[in-house]
């Protein structure tokens, strides 16, 4: 065998029949018979290799098929697959043991190309320092009587019993009798059945940090423990550095999902791992399944599946899933930290970190994308980026457990643009709150189903401490035919910050609105934003008990009805903003439920807008607070507090002789400069 490698683009042979395309720089093993023409043109290729001065060496059988696995090149074996027999059904067995075969001998298993369907009839397992190269062919199942396309090597190892000891910081020691195990290696660690092995800190892909003796080794954990670590142990020895791309695999099957283990690719017990550029046909699960994984990596997967395209299980850190198309009839991708229902037996769910799931375009019967978190089990730094598509229910579903709740430290949603809502909620009706800690929504064209809905919907068991919607925009006039409601506050979102940023709403929409009465928001800042039309941006009921503080900074309404309606109590600052053409009123009372709205104004700006218009207090009770704002002093609901100020526009002043800045003693409101003329 000899290693060409090309100094121009082109299209070449590599192997009688086989002609593929050269890039510039790229290096193939080479057909002894073709090389000739190859050294013939040194401009193009650089020829090296062969009997006499390579230590590659290739084995050949040339008559009938053809099977070629070359020895190492670059610490790497390269196994070239022929004598397959595409398109034959009656040959899957004679295709499986070939490839099979090959991808014992690890390195590089190269399915020459061109040469279509390649039928099998047994799942393939892959191993440590393995690549699996389909060349554009398709792997077909011959039947459903196995469940899986390729599964990892430790996938279907027998795990070993091991035990887990710790006492500070955030080493752990493992008790593995001959372990065998160097300093640099890596170990699965996990508890099974689900629900035992606690707490989830253990469990995962750890590296060796220290060799005890041989039945003992030490590994690093992500974070300090809670406490000790109880139940049952087990370790696996994952399969490490392994790819499958540049294929179809086609599951053969029309029939339902209900078989939970009928997946494509089972990527479990693993540590660098990659799935590229390959298609999956008619899967009845999951085309890529992945748990007990540490750094994995899918990219460009076009999937059609009855479930999803990507499920990432924990234990899992630093997965990457990028650029995944088609249809589905679940989600394009799924993180999850265990499973809802107990149906994977031989996962005991874990901890999720460092999740990224970008560019996802496809089509969807429930919603595009999803997580799922599990008390007990940390998830934290999972982003979803660039999703766009079509779904029969919610653009992105964030579910906490129906039973216990679960809790996620930060959630990225970035470029969303799909319609349907963001639904942050507890899962089917469930009645223990899902707590995010840090949730971020920006770069994102928010989109309803209808006018009639919402862009994000908090469920009434959902706690955010801390929600960022930045630098987004809705491209459709919620509230045109009925009631449309942008963010519905019906959980509890302590600090909602809106940052950036244009929304156009109907007549009858509003931006953010509470329901219930379970929301405990305690902040809302609108900073740099622009919104026109709707019947009011926020909204807040009677039921409401909280008492926010809404801040209004550097923004910009038009053509709204209410700005801020408010039934219930609040603390209101606005700086810097321009109110326009505002029908009903900037702020505007009107429950006998709100007892203390307080108003601090500065600096804003009303082209259009009569002084009427800035504040009505039609039920309940109004404090202004700031010499700016221009109120009747004597109209309904004003307040005479101590501490109130304003600028009075009240045609009846008692003995002012004009509208005066004035402030409130506790019984009347007082000119500034002249004390002694009282209201």
Request: net charge neutral.
């Amino acid at each position: 065998m000899y290693l060409v490698t090309a100094k121009v683009a082109a299209w070449e042979e590599d192997f009688p029949g086989s002609r593929v395309e050269w890039k510039i720089g790229q290096s193939r093993e080479v057909h002894d018979s073709l090389v000739s023409k190859f050294r013939n043109n040194p401009a193009s290729w650089t020829v090296s290799g062969g009997s006499d001065s390579s230590p590659m060496q290739a084995t050949k059988t040339l008559t009938g098929r053809i099977e070629i696995f070359g020895g190492e090149e670059g610490g790497a074996n390269l196994s070239l697959v022929f004598g397959l027999v595409p398109g034959d059904e009656a040959a899957a067995t004679s295709n499986t043991s070939k490839i099979q075969a090959a991808l014992d001998r690890h390195g590089c298993v190269q399915i020459p190309t061109g040469l279509g369907v390649i039928y099998h009839n047994a799942r393939f397992i892959i191993g440590s320092n393995t690549t699996l190269d389909l060349g554009g062919n398709t792997l077909k199942r011959t039947a459903t009587t196995f469940q899986n396309s390729i599964v990892t090597e430790s996938y279907t190892s027998t795990p070993v019993s091991v035990t887990v000891s710790w006492s500070s910081g955030v080493t752990a020691t493992i008790g593995l009798a001959a372990h065998g195990k160097s300093v640099g290696d890596y170990i699965c660690i996990y508890g099974t059945p689900a629900g035992t092995g606690t707490p989830s800190t253990f469990q995962g892909v750890f590296r060796v940090a220290s060799v005890v003796d041989s039945g003992n080794i030490t590994v690093t954990l992500p974070r300090k423990p809670t406490a000790s670590p109880s139940g049952t142990w087990f370790a696996v020895f994952p399969t490490e550095n392994i790819a499958i791309k540049n294929g179809y695999i086609d599951f053969n099957t029309g029939s339902s999902a209900s078989d939970m283990g009928t997946m494509g690719v089972i990527m479990a017990f693993c540590r660098g791992w990659k799935v590229e550029d390959v298609s999956f046909r008619s899967v009845l699960k999951y085309c890529v399944f992945t748990y007990n994984t540490l750094g994995g990596r899918v990219l460009r997967l076009h999937g059609e599946t009855l479930s999803d395209g990507v499920h990432v299980f924990g234990p899992a850190r630093n997965v990457v899933v990028d650029g995944i198309t088609g249809h589905f009839g679940d989600d394009l991708v799924a993180v999850s930290s265990r499973d809802l229902t107990g149906n994977w037996v031989d996962v005991s769910g874990g901890d999720i970190i460092g999740v990224r799931a970008s560019n996802l375009s496809g089509t969807s019967a429930t919603a595009l994308a999803q997580i799922f978190s599990h008390i007990g089990y940390v998830m934290d730094d999972v982003e979803y980026s660039n999703i766009t598509g079509y779904c029969a229910n919610a653009t992105v579903n964030v579910f906490g457990d129906p039973t216990d709740g679960g809790s996620i430290n930060k959630l990225v949603l970035s470029g969303i643009s799909a319609p349907g809502a963001i639904n942050i909620s507890s899962y089917g009706g469930g009645t223990v709150p899902l707590t995010i800690q840090s949730l971020i929504i920006r770069d994102s064209c928010l989109q309803s189903k209808t006018d009639v809905s919402s862009y994000v919907t908090f469920g009434a068991y959902a706690t955010v401490k801390k929600l960022t919607v930045e630098n987004c925009i809705s491209n459709d006039a919620l509230g045109t035919s009925g009631v449309g409601i942008g963010l519905i506050l019906n959980g509890t979102v302590e600090e909602l910050a809106i940052v950036g940023g244009r929304y156009a709403l109907g007549s009858n929409g509003r931006l953010v609105m509470w329901a219930g009465t379970t929301a405990g928001t305690k902040k809302i800042s609108m900073d740099n934003v622009s919104v026109e039309g709707g019947n009011c941006i926020i909204n807040k009921g009677s039921t409401v008990t909280d008492t926010p503080q809404i801040v209004l900074n550097n923004s910009r309404f038009k053509s709204t009805y209410d700005v801020l309606a408010l039934s219930s109590n609040a603390d209101v600052v606005r700086h810097g903003c321009t109110f326009e053409s505002i029908t009903g009123a900037v702020v505007h009372v009107y429950n006998a439920a709100a007892t203390a709205v307080n108003d601090w104004e500065s600096g804003c700006q009303y082209p259009s807008t009569a002084d009427a218009k800035r504040v009505v207090c039609a039920a309940g009770t109004y404090n202004p607070k700031s010499l700016d704002i221009r109120v009747d002093v004597g109209a309904t609901g004003v307040a005479k507090t101590a501490g109130n100020l304003c600028f009075n526009i009240g045609a009846a002043r008692g003995t002012l002789t004009q509208n005066r800045h004035v402030t409130c003693n506790g019984t009347n409101y007082v000119q500034v400069d002249t004390p002694a003329n009282v209201f």
